[in-house]
């Protein structure tokens, strides 16, 4: 079945600098690919999301890139803000039809 | 505020107990997710159901059981309770069947805990 890799496990950065996590996926046929941000003793939120038509999508200061032929996929913040703190988490839809395979999640602090 | 609301916020049980855990969607929502977060294995996906009917299975255990009623609001049942099943149970819901074709929100979780 699907699997999720996604790293690092943490991550801590100065605010204004960039952050990148990455995950791996491991079904050619998954089609779309989310990201969620968790704060903390929160709800997981969509923060944005990729199909497989796509290279790359950027909304303000997020972006996700995948690269369908190594089966990988990032998620690039720019110009960190400490609000930008919180566990995010990447996932990849198993097949057209599947349901949500989650990544165990990143923990990002950014230091003011 | 997602608009998806779960009840109870906490539980706290014994082992080889039963609980129930209450979720009720989105206006108009007719999807229902359930997932189990815990800190060694993440977020996963357990059952979901559509507009009553069941209409996926991940990785939940024979010891529970879910079920969607006629108002969409939905039931996740945990019984023969084990330490192991303390986690922060999420539901989520969306307008269509499909994962991707619409968006999943999520509600506030219920941490449950077995001593």
């Known amino acids: 079945g699907e699997n999720v890799e996604q790293h690092p496990s943490t991550l801590s950065v100065q605010e204004g600098d960039s952050a990148v996590i990455k995950c791996t996926y491991s079904?050619?046929?998954?089609?779309?690919f989310p990201w969620y941000k968790q704060e903390l003793g929160k709800r997981p939120q969509l923060i944005i999301d990729?199909?497989?038509?796509?290279g790359e999508k950027k909304d303000q200061r997020i972006a996700v890139t995948l690269n369908k032929t190594a089966k990988h996929f990032s998620l690039h913040i720019t110009e960190t803000q400490p609000e930008d703190s919180a566990v995010y988490f990447c996932?990849?839809?198993?097949?057209?039809?599947?349901?949500?395979?989650f990544g165990k999640g990143t923990k990002l602090s950014v230091k003011p | 505020d997602s608009g998806v609301t779960q009840t109870p916020k906490h539980l706290i049980t014994a082992t080889g107990q039963r609980v129930t855990l209450r979720c009720s969607p989105r206006?108009?929502?007719?999807?229902v997710y359930w997932y189990q977060q815990s800190l060694d294995q993440g977020l996963q996906f357990l059952i979901q159901?559509?507009?009553?009917?069941?209409?996926a299975k991940g990785n939940i255990l024979e010891r529970f059981s879910a079920q969607q009623f006629p108002d969409l609001h939905s039931e996740l049942n945990l019984s023969s309770l084990e330490l192991g099943d303390s986690a922060l149970y999420f539901c989520?819901?969306?307008?269509?069947?499909?994962?991707?074709?619409?968006?999943?929100?999520f509600g506030p979780g219920t941490r449950l805990t077995v001593t």
């Open positions: 989520a819901s969306s307008v269509g069947p499909t994962p991707g074709n619409y968006e999943q929100y």
């Open positions: 079904d050619s046929a998954s089609n779309y």
């Open positions: 990729i199909r497989s038509n796509v």
């Open positions: 996932a990849a839809k198993r097949g057209s039809q599947g349901n949500l395979i």
């Open positions: 206006s108009g929502d007719l999807s």
């Open positions: 159901y559509y507009n009553g009917e069941e209409r």
